[in-house]
């Protein structure tokens, strides 16, 4: 958080919005979420 912060990719004002909001999701019936996460290596050939 206090990267996105300090980048001014978003300010502390957004954080406490979207956790707002995302509290307020969790109590929806038809919620769901999803994360994907993946990882790649790759070698060369010589």
Same mark, same amino acid.
């Given at each position: ?8 990719? !978003? ?6 919005? /979207? ?5 307020? /999701? ?9 994360? !994907? ?8 050939? /010589?």
């Amino acid at each position: 958080m206090e990267a996105t912060i300090g980048h001014g990719l !978003a300010s502390e004002d957004d954080f406490d919005r /979207w956790r707002r909001s995302l509290d307020e /999701w969790i109590h929806e019936p038809g919620a769901f979420a999803a994360f !994907a996460w993946g990882e790649t290596i790759g070698r060369r050939p /010589w």
